[in-house]
């Protein structure tokens, strides 16, 4: 017969509160929900800085598309767009690590890291026959939640690329240029967009639709329901919008989006269908 053995731990040797979030994520993750997670301290940490814009890595949006690591969007003008990274690339490697299993989270901290120094991406591009291997070398990543351009015909770009800390502030700012240059129409540029701090998404409603319109419904454990309502600060509410949407819109991307849909007849999406979405979470490295 087999003999088993195990291994006992002392009570010195185990950690209780590493012991807590494991069993936080295990719960979490038995949901299988990919929108659900759970950050401890340091990685909320790291989360607080995506939404500050500013930290050092290649600066690309990495998600988790068909179970394989994908990078979403190169950011433009960072390292891993110069690099020759491409929207769309799965990345089989990390450093030669296979990132099969690897969690976005995990992914994140292979690749961030100090200003000069390298990371090594082996990536598998539609139309090759053959992965490729791409070295990026890290920088200072400053990612401008709000980019608004005025085109020659009149229409206004706005383009959002994340709902931080200061995104409800920049959206305002470049409203108000909407309305002063007197721009005919509105594009809103929601693709790709993770996400990020729901207040945002309600201020930024607020600035195109009237006072007390339902932007997000929040319901808690006792299954009690809050609605959170616009405040009236409408700055260009009247003017026609058509707001652009893709697989890479989620979290307070959508809450926008939908909220603009729902409250006003002459807003148009253009884009996929929520039923054509794939279950997808996302981060900045």
Not at 151 to 170: S, Y
Not at 229 to 249: H, R
């Amino acid at each position: 017969m087999g003999s088993a053995s195990c291994e006992i731990f002392s009570a010195n040797e185990l950690d209780s509160t590493k012991l807590v979030y494991g069993a936080i994520k295990g719960m979490l993750a038995a949901t299988d929900d990919p929108y659900t997670t759970f950050f401890d301290p340091e990685e909320n940490k790291i989360f607080e800085e995506d939404l500050s814009g500013t930290f050092e890595g290649i600066g690309a949006e990495i998600g988790i598309k068909d179970k394989i690591l994908t990078i979403v969007a190169p950011l433009e003008g960072m390292p891993a767009e110069r690099a020759g990274l491409r929207s769309g690339d799965k990345v089989l490697k990390i450093n030669d690590e296979e990132t099969s299993g690897m969690s976005v989270e995990e992914a994140r901290d292979k690749m961030r890291g100090k200003k000069g120094t390298e990371v090594k991406l082996t990536v598998f591009r539609e139309g090759d026959r053959e992965t490729r291997d791409i070295t990026v070398r890290r920088d200072v990543i400053n990612v401008k939640s709000v980019k608004l351009t005025i085109r020659d015909d009149g229409i206004a770009l706005l383009k959002v690329n994340t709902f931080g800390d200061d995104t409800a502030r920049e959206f305002s700012n470049a409203v108000k240029e909407v309305a002063s240059r007197k721009a005919r129409g509105l594009i809103l540029d929601l693709r790709d967009n993770p996400g990020g701090r729901l207040d945002a998404a309600i201020d930024m409603a607020s600035a195109l639709l009237p006072k007390g319109k339902v932007v997000v419904i929040e319901e808690d454990s006792d299954r009690k329901k809050s609605e959170r309502l616009t405040s009236g600060k409408t700055l260009i509410g009247n003017l026609p919008t058509v707001i652009l949407i893709n697989e890479g819109s989620a979290s307070a991307s959508e809450i926008l989006a939908a909220a603009l849909r729902e409250n006003r007849d002459d807003i148009r999406l253009v884009g996929k269908n929520l039923s054509e979405k794939v279950p997808f979470r996302s981060s900045f490295r």
